[in-house]
Protein backbone atom coordinates (compact mmCIF):
# COMPACT_ATOMS: atom_id res chain seq x y z
CA UNK A 1 0.00 0.00 0.00
CA UNK A 2 1.33 3.39 -0.44
CA UNK A 3 0.13 7.48 -0.20
CA UNK A 4 1.62 9.39 -3.26
CA UNK A 5 1.42 12.91 -2.10
CA UNK A 6 -1.41 12.69 -0.82
CA UNK A 7 -3.14 15.83 0.57
CA UNK A 8 -6.50 17.25 2.40
CA UNK A 9 -7.91 20.49 3.13
CA UNK A 10 -10.65 21.50 4.56
CA UNK A 11 -11.38 24.95 3.39
CA UNK A 12 -8.76 27.21 3.99
CA UNK A 13 -7.34 24.50 6.66
CA UNK A 14 -5.00 21.77 5.82
CA UNK A 15 -5.26 18.55 7.63
CA UNK A 16 -2.84 16.53 5.89
CA UNK A 17 0.59 18.24 3.90
CA UNK A 18 1.16 16.18 1.00
CA UNK A 19 2.42 12.87 2.18
CA UNK A 20 4.21 10.21 1.05
CA UNK A 21 4.24 7.17 2.87
CA UNK A 22 4.88 2.59 1.52
CA UNK A 23 3.52 -0.15 3.79
CA UNK A 24 4.96 -3.26 2.60
CA UNK A 25 2.34 -6.41 2.39
CA UNK A 26 2.14 -7.91 5.99
CA UNK A 27 3.22 -5.05 7.90
CA UNK A 28 2.45 -3.59 11.06
CA UNK A 29 2.71 0.13 10.38
CA UNK A 30 1.53 3.09 13.45
CA UNK A 31 0.33 6.23 13.00
CA UNK A 32 1.66 7.90 15.92
CA UNK A 33 0.91 11.81 17.26
CA UNK A 34 -1.28 14.24 19.53
CA UNK A 35 -4.96 14.97 18.84
CA UNK A 36 -5.19 16.82 15.51
CA UNK A 37 -1.81 16.01 14.01
CA UNK A 38 -3.59 14.40 11.56
CA UNK A 39 -3.32 10.57 11.84
CA UNK A 40 -7.01 10.19 11.77
CA UNK A 41 -7.41 11.76 8.84
CA UNK A 42 -5.20 9.66 7.09
CA UNK A 43 -6.24 6.37 8.07
CA UNK A 44 -9.67 7.74 6.86
CA UNK A 45 -8.39 8.62 3.53
CA UNK A 46 -7.09 5.12 3.50
CA UNK A 47 -10.47 3.77 4.04
CA UNK A 48 -12.22 5.87 2.04
CA UNK A 49 -14.58 7.51 4.50
CA UNK A 50 -12.88 10.83 3.39
CA UNK A 51 -11.89 11.54 0.08
CA UNK A 52 -7.98 13.37 -0.63
CA UNK A 53 -7.74 16.84 -1.69
CA UNK A 54 -4.77 15.58 -4.18
CA UNK A 55 -2.48 12.49 -4.08
CA UNK A 56 -3.19 8.85 -4.87
CA UNK A 57 -3.73 5.97 -2.92
CA UNK A 58 -2.31 2.54 -4.55
CA UNK A 59 -3.45 -1.24 -2.39
CA UNK A 60 -1.41 -3.51 -4.28
CA UNK A 61 -0.89 -1.38 -7.17
CA UNK A 62 -4.57 -0.51 -7.64
CA UNK A 63 -5.50 3.36 -7.69
CA UNK A 64 -8.19 3.26 -4.87
CA UNK A 65 -8.30 7.15 -4.81
CA UNK A 66 -11.94 7.63 -5.77
CA UNK A 67 -13.18 4.04 -4.80
CA UNK A 68 -16.39 4.18 -2.04
CA UNK A 69 -15.35 2.37 1.26
CA UNK A 70 -16.69 -0.74 0.44
CA UNK A 71 -15.39 -1.29 -2.65
CA UNK A 72 -11.52 -1.11 -1.08
CA UNK A 73 -9.92 -4.14 0.19
CA UNK A 74 -9.75 -3.13 3.54
CA UNK A 75 -11.81 -3.17 6.92
CA UNK A 76 -11.41 -1.19 10.07
CA UNK A 77 -11.96 -1.41 13.62
CA UNK A 78 -13.43 1.44 15.15
CA UNK A 79 -12.38 3.13 18.16
CA UNK A 80 -16.14 2.30 19.66
CA UNK A 81 -16.49 -1.37 17.94
CA UNK A 82 -19.90 -0.09 16.35
CA UNK A 83 -21.02 -3.58 17.18
CA UNK A 84 -25.25 -4.17 16.46
CA UNK A 85 -26.35 -4.46 20.23
CA UNK A 86 -29.61 -6.51 18.80
CA UNK A 87 -27.62 -9.28 17.23
CA UNK A 88 -25.70 -12.10 18.46
CA UNK A 89 -21.69 -12.49 17.95
CA UNK A 90 -22.29 -14.38 15.04
CA UNK A 91 -24.36 -12.19 13.46
CA UNK A 92 -22.05 -9.44 14.34
CA UNK A 93 -19.14 -10.87 12.24
CA UNK A 94 -21.27 -12.77 9.84
CA UNK A 95 -23.01 -9.18 8.77
CA UNK A 96 -20.27 -8.37 6.81
CA UNK A 97 -19.82 -10.99 4.52
CA UNK A 98 -24.20 -10.63 3.89
CA UNK A 99 -24.17 -7.26 2.00
CA UNK A 100 -24.19 -7.06 -1.67
CA UNK A 101 -20.32 -5.99 -2.49
CA UNK A 102 -19.46 -8.56 -0.20
CA UNK A 103 -21.93 -11.58 -0.24
CA UNK A 104 -20.68 -14.73 0.82
CA UNK A 105 -23.25 -18.21 0.41
CA UNK A 106 -24.70 -19.61 3.68
CA UNK A 107 -22.45 -22.10 4.03
CA UNK A 108 -19.33 -20.81 3.43
CA UNK A 109 -20.18 -17.53 5.54
CA UNK A 110 -20.73 -19.87 8.58
CA UNK A 111 -17.34 -21.63 8.08
CA UNK A 112 -15.63 -18.22 7.70
CA UNK A 113 -17.38 -16.60 11.11
CA UNK A 114 -16.58 -20.85 12.82
CA UNK A 115 -12.55 -19.81 11.59
CA UNK A 116 -12.90 -15.91 12.89
CA UNK A 117 -14.23 -16.73 16.10
CA UNK A 118 -11.53 -18.93 16.67
CA UNK A 119 -9.23 -16.66 15.37
CA UNK A 120 -9.78 -14.29 18.07
CA UNK A 121 -10.66 -16.55 20.89
CA UNK A 122 -14.63 -16.44 21.51
CA UNK A 123 -15.70 -19.84 19.95
CA UNK A 124 -18.01 -20.48 22.72
CA UNK A 125 -19.74 -17.09 22.44
CA UNK A 126 -21.45 -17.00 18.83
CA UNK A 127 -24.55 -16.84 20.39
CA UNK A 128 -24.40 -13.86 22.89
CA UNK A 129 -25.12 -10.44 22.59
CA UNK A 130 -22.91 -7.41 22.86
CA UNK A 131 -24.27 -6.75 26.19
CA UNK A 132 -23.25 -10.06 27.84
CA UNK A 133 -19.76 -9.48 26.82
CA UNK A 134 -16.49 -7.80 28.56
CA UNK A 135 -15.00 -4.59 26.83
CA UNK A 136 -11.56 -7.30 26.20
CA UNK A 137 -14.71 -9.56 24.10
CA UNK A 138 -16.47 -6.83 22.71
CA UNK A 139 -12.86 -5.46 20.89
CA UNK A 140 -12.62 -9.41 20.03
CA UNK A 141 -15.89 -9.42 17.96
CA UNK A 142 -14.53 -5.85 16.52
CA UNK A 143 -11.58 -7.27 15.46
CA UNK A 144 -13.37 -10.77 14.01
CA UNK A 145 -16.02 -8.74 11.98
CA UNK A 146 -13.29 -6.52 10.34
CA UNK A 147 -10.95 -9.93 9.55
CA UNK A 148 -13.67 -12.34 8.34
CA UNK A 149 -13.78 -10.47 5.24
CA UNK A 150 -10.35 -11.11 4.43
CA UNK A 151 -8.91 -7.63 4.14
CA UNK A 152 -5.76 -6.94 2.13
CA UNK A 153 -5.42 -3.98 4.81
CA UNK A 154 -6.65 -3.89 8.11
CA UNK A 155 -7.28 -0.02 9.62
CA UNK A 156 -6.87 0.07 13.31
CA UNK A 157 -8.46 3.61 14.73
CA UNK A 158 -6.75 3.57 18.48
CA UNK A 159 -8.64 0.11 18.99
CA UNK A 160 -7.59 -0.59 22.94
CA UNK A 161 -8.51 2.66 24.07
CA UNK A 162 -11.82 2.03 25.66
CA UNK A 163 -9.93 -0.79 27.28
CA UNK A 164 -8.24 -0.33 31.17
CA UNK A 165 -4.09 -0.83 31.60
CA UNK A 166 -4.16 -4.42 32.73
CA UNK A 167 -6.91 -5.58 29.75
CA UNK A 168 -5.45 -2.93 27.09
CA UNK A 169 -1.51 -4.97 28.28
CA UNK A 170 -3.06 -8.52 27.31
CA UNK A 171 -4.58 -7.34 23.92
CA UNK A 172 -1.41 -5.65 22.68
CA UNK A 173 -0.35 -9.71 23.23
CA UNK A 174 -3.40 -11.16 20.98
CA UNK A 175 -2.56 -8.14 18.75
CA UNK A 176 0.61 -9.50 18.24
CA UNK A 177 -0.19 -12.91 17.53
CA UNK A 178 -3.16 -11.90 15.23
CA UNK A 179 -1.01 -10.25 12.97
CA UNK A 180 1.37 -13.19 13.09
CA UNK A 181 -1.14 -15.37 12.20
CA UNK A 182 -3.22 -13.59 9.09
CA UNK A 183 0.10 -11.99 7.11
CA UNK A 184 -2.02 -9.20 5.95
CA UNK A 185 -1.23 -5.49 6.72
CA UNK A 186 -1.87 -3.76 9.76
CA UNK A 187 -2.34 0.22 10.09
CA UNK A 188 -2.84 1.56 13.68
CA UNK A 189 -3.75 5.50 14.91
CA UNK A 190 -2.90 5.59 18.29
CA UNK A 191 -1.74 8.42 20.39
CA UNK A 192 -0.04 5.70 22.89
CA UNK A 193 3.53 5.52 22.21
CA UNK A 194 4.16 2.46 24.56
CA UNK A 195 1.35 0.66 22.41
CA UNK A 196 3.22 1.83 19.27
CA UNK A 197 6.46 0.50 20.31
CA UNK A 198 5.11 -2.79 21.64
CA UNK A 199 3.36 -3.50 18.37
CA UNK A 200 4.65 -1.96 15.40
CA UNK A 201 7.25 -2.97 12.61
CA UNK A 202 7.74 1.03 12.14
CA UNK A 203 6.35 4.04 13.43
CA UNK A 204 5.25 7.17 11.40
CA UNK A 205 5.50 9.90 13.77
CA UNK A 206 3.11 13.07 12.90
CA UNK A 207 3.19 16.47 13.59
CA UNK A 208 0.55 19.15 12.72
CA UNK A 209 -0.44 17.03 9.28
CA UNK A 210 2.92 16.39 8.50
CA UNK A 211 5.33 13.18 9.01
CA UNK A 212 7.60 13.98 11.32
CA UNK A 213 9.93 10.59 11.16
CA UNK A 214 9.24 6.88 10.19
CA UNK A 215 11.07 4.07 11.54
CA UNK A 216 11.31 1.43 13.50
CA UNK A 217 10.50 1.51 17.38
CA UNK A 218 14.37 0.84 18.16
CA UNK A 219 15.62 3.26 15.43
CA UNK A 220 12.63 6.27 16.56
CA UNK A 221 13.74 5.49 20.21
CA UNK A 222 17.50 5.64 19.88
CA UNK A 223 18.25 7.92 17.21
CA UNK A 224 15.08 10.41 16.90
CA UNK A 225 15.98 12.96 14.08
CA UNK A 226 14.38 15.77 15.96
CA UNK A 227 13.44 17.13 19.95
CA UNK A 228 9.86 16.33 19.26
CA UNK A 229 10.66 12.91 18.43
CA UNK A 230 12.34 12.46 21.20
CA UNK A 231 10.24 13.67 23.44
CA UNK A 232 6.86 11.66 21.98
CA UNK A 233 8.51 8.12 21.51
CA UNK A 234 9.60 7.21 25.58
CA UNK A 235 9.88 10.07 28.03
CA UNK A 236 13.23 12.78 27.50
CA UNK A 237 14.84 15.69 29.57
CA UNK A 238 15.17 18.25 26.94
CA UNK A 239 17.79 21.00 28.03
CA UNK A 240 19.38 23.61 26.01
CA UNK A 241 22.89 24.04 26.77
CA UNK A 242 25.86 26.05 25.67
CA UNK A 243 28.77 24.41 23.39
CA UNK A 244 32.42 23.94 25.22
CA UNK A 245 34.43 22.22 22.61
CA UNK A 246 35.66 18.93 21.97
CA UNK A 247 37.35 16.51 24.72
CA UNK A 248 38.72 14.65 21.97
CA UNK A 249 35.48 12.35 20.16
CA UNK A 250 33.03 13.69 22.48
CA UNK A 251 31.45 17.14 22.18
CA UNK A 252 31.32 19.16 25.34
CA UNK A 253 28.37 21.50 26.65
CA UNK A 254 27.90 23.35 29.55
CA UNK A 255 24.31 22.51 30.98
CA UNK A 256 24.25 24.86 34.02
CA UNK A 257 27.26 24.61 36.04
CA UNK A 258 28.10 21.25 34.81
CA UNK A 259 30.22 20.17 31.55
CA UNK A 260 28.39 17.14 29.95
CA UNK A 261 29.97 15.33 26.88
CA UNK A 262 28.16 13.84 24.29
CA UNK A 263 29.45 10.89 21.27
CA UNK A 264 26.88 11.84 18.82
CA UNK A 265 28.82 14.58 17.40
CA UNK A 266 27.58 13.98 13.96
CA UNK A 267 23.80 14.94 14.47
CA UNK A 268 24.99 18.80 15.14
CA UNK A 269 26.85 21.21 15.02
CA UNK A 270 29.36 21.62 17.89
CA UNK A 271 29.42 25.55 18.28
CA UNK A 272 26.85 27.56 19.61
CA UNK A 273 23.99 26.71 21.07
CA UNK A 274 22.01 22.80 21.21
CA UNK A 275 19.75 20.97 23.02
CA UNK A 276 21.04 17.66 24.51
CA UNK A 277 18.36 15.01 25.44
CA UNK A 278 18.77 12.07 28.07
CA UNK A 279 16.33 9.27 28.34
CA UNK A 280 14.88 9.19 32.36
CA UNK A 281 16.37 4.90 32.75
CA UNK A 282 19.68 6.26 30.82
CA UNK A 283 21.10 8.11 34.27
CA UNK A 284 23.35 5.51 36.60
CA UNK A 285 24.06 5.76 39.91
CA UNK A 286 27.20 4.48 39.70
CA UNK A 287 29.35 5.22 36.32
CA UNK A 288 32.69 4.17 34.66
CA UNK A 289 35.66 7.05 34.87
CA UNK A 290 34.69 8.74 31.16
CA UNK A 291 30.58 8.94 32.05
CA UNK A 292 29.10 12.51 32.53
CA UNK A 293 28.59 13.26 36.38
CA UNK A 294 26.01 14.78 37.89
CA UNK A 295 25.34 16.35 41.21
CA UNK A 296 21.75 16.60 41.91
CA UNK A 297 18.86 17.58 44.06
CA UNK A 298 15.99 15.57 45.18
CA UNK A 299 12.62 17.52 44.76
CA UNK A 300 9.86 14.66 44.91
CA UNK A 301 10.01 10.95 44.53
CA UNK A 302 7.34 8.61 42.96
CA UNK A 303 6.65 5.24 43.94
CA UNK A 304 6.92 2.85 40.95
CA UNK A 305 7.11 -0.20 42.27
CA UNK A 306 10.63 -1.82 41.58
CA UNK A 307 11.98 1.52 40.61
CA UNK A 308 11.74 4.83 41.75
CA UNK A 309 10.67 8.30 39.24
CA UNK A 310 12.68 10.97 40.90
CA UNK A 311 12.53 14.85 40.04
CA UNK A 312 15.58 16.60 40.15
CA UNK A 313 17.07 20.28 39.99
CA UNK A 314 20.60 20.64 38.43
CA UNK A 315 22.36 23.95 39.61
CA UNK A 316 22.14 26.76 36.72
CA UNK A 317 19.35 24.94 35.15
CA UNK A 318 15.75 25.93 35.69
CA UNK A 319 13.78 23.38 35.05
CA UNK A 320 13.88 19.90 36.81
CA UNK A 321 14.95 16.64 35.09
CA UNK A 322 13.81 12.98 35.97
CA UNK A 323 15.64 9.97 36.15
CA UNK A 324 13.84 6.45 36.54
CA UNK A 325 16.16 4.16 38.64
CA UNK A 326 15.64 0.93 39.88
CA UNK A 327 15.35 0.26 43.86
CA UNK A 328 17.89 -2.44 43.86
CA UNK A 329 20.50 0.03 42.24
CA UNK A 330 20.31 2.64 45.08
CA UNK A 331 22.59 2.38 47.97
CA UNK A 332 20.80 2.23 51.16
CA UNK A 333 22.72 4.30 53.68
CA UNK A 334 21.94 7.43 51.39
CA UNK A 335 18.25 9.27 51.51
CA UNK A 336 15.89 8.82 48.88
CA UNK A 337 13.81 12.15 49.97
CA UNK A 338 13.09 15.68 49.07
CA UNK A 339 15.87 18.22 49.59
CA UNK A 340 18.72 15.25 49.27
CA UNK A 341 21.51 15.34 46.85
CA UNK A 342 22.27 12.55 44.81
CA UNK A 343 25.34 11.78 42.11
CA UNK A 344 23.81 10.76 39.27
CA UNK A 345 26.29 9.90 35.61
CA UNK A 346 25.10 9.31 31.96
CA UNK A 347 27.14 7.70 29.75
CA UNK A 348 28.10 10.26 26.43
CA UNK A 349 26.54 7.84 24.19
CA UNK A 350 23.41 8.10 25.71
CA UNK A 351 23.05 11.72 25.52
CA UNK A 352 20.97 12.89 22.47
CA UNK A 353 22.42 15.58 20.64
CA UNK A 354 20.44 18.30 18.41
CA UNK A 355 21.35 21.55 16.86
CA UNK A 356 19.67 24.91 17.95
CA UNK A 357 19.30 26.69 21.23
CA UNK A 358 15.25 26.37 21.71
CA UNK A 359 13.18 22.96 23.13
CA UNK A 360 9.88 24.38 22.10
Avoid: W
Amino acid sequence: MSLEGVTKTYGNFTALHATDLSVGEGEFVTLLGPSGCGKTTTLRLIGGFERTSSGRILISGEDMTSRPPYERPVNTVFQDYALFPHMSVSQNIAYGLSVKSNNVPGADRAARVTEALALVGLAGMADRRPEALSGGQRQRVAMARAIVRRPRVLLLDEPLSALDVKLREGMQVELKRLHRELGITFVMVTHDQTEALALSDRIVVMNQGRVAQIGSPTELYDNPSTPYVADFIGAANLLEAEAAGRDGALAAFRLGGTVVRSARVASAAVTGKAILGIRPERFLVSGTETANRLALTIKEVLFHGDRLRLELMLEGVDRPLFAELPRTALPPDSPIEPGAGIALHVEPSDILLFAGGSTA
